[in-house]
């Protein structure tokens, strides 16, 4: 099976990493759900594209490739004193749910990525590689707005990390690279991962605060 994206390049599905779960049967509730996932992308292609959004989700979707601007959020936060425990935290989160998310979980679920399960889906970017549960963006994006929820930072900031995650996770469902149900996976994955890291940080700032006291 081939096809050509809007990008404009030709994909042989055979080429493709993921294809070698296509075709395997599902039990009946799976199916169910990539029937959904697949005809809200459509819907989606029918209803919301329009030039607009076809040229500012790839550059969204841009800003969370490997975490980058979360990352760079971090590096900044590292750089104040009041924030530098919640900079390391939102590193150390990022990276160990790209490690379990990206790297473990991907590969046991094996879920091919919309584009590969309906080729008549249009593309607006080169086709990514590896397997599309969960979305590596979304738990990324997520984990980092949850993290800084808990930092020095003013409600607007905070309010804004909430809306680029929300963007950059949707840009993935409009881009078709991901399912939906892909992205609230990775959504809910990423808070998890943020939920503990933030428990450990506050335990670490507990003990640093309570050692400062006893040297005083």
């Known amino acids: 099976v081939s096809w050509a994206g809007a990008t404009g390049a030709t994909i042989d599905a055979r080429c493709l990493p993921q ?3 296509v075709g395997h049967r599902v039990p009946m509730q799976e199916h169910s759900r990539r029937t959904m996932d697949l005809a809200i992308l459509h819907w989606m ?3 919301l594209a329009n030039p607009f959004f076809d040229t500012i989700f790839p550059l ?9 601007i979360w990352l760079v959020i971090a590096i900044i936060l590292i750089c104040t004193k009041k924030n530098r425990v919640w ?11 790209w490690l379990i998310g990206d790297q473990i979980l991907k590969d046991i679920i094996a ?10 889906l249009t593309l607006l970017i080169a086709p990514p590689d590896g397997y599309s549960l969960p979305s590596g963006h979304s738990s990324s994006s997520f984990c980092a707005a949850t993290i800084l929820s808990f930092a020095y930072l003013k409600k607007g900031w905070k309010a804004g990390a909430w809306v680029l995650a929300v963007l950059i996770a949707f840009s993935r469902v409009y ?3 991901h399912n939906p149900s892909d992205v609230l996976a990775g959504a809910a994955f990423g808070v998890l991962i943020a939920l503990i890291a933030v428990f450990f940080a506050k335990k670490f700032l507990a003990y640093w605060n309570a050692g400062k006291h006893q040297t005083v």
Do not use: N, W, Y
Not at 62 to 67: A, D, F, I, R
Not at 111 to 120: G, K, L, M, W
């Open 87 to 97: 900079g390391v935290t939102m590193i150390v989160a990022i990276g160990c749910a």
């Open 19 to 21: 294809t070698k779960c």
């Open 111 to 120: 879920r091919p990525r919309p584009f590969i399960e309906d080729p008549t």
């Open 60 to 68: 969204i979707t841009k800003l969370g490739e490997h975490g980058a």
């Open 45 to 47: 292609q029918s209803t």
């Open 175 to 177: 881009l078709c690279v």
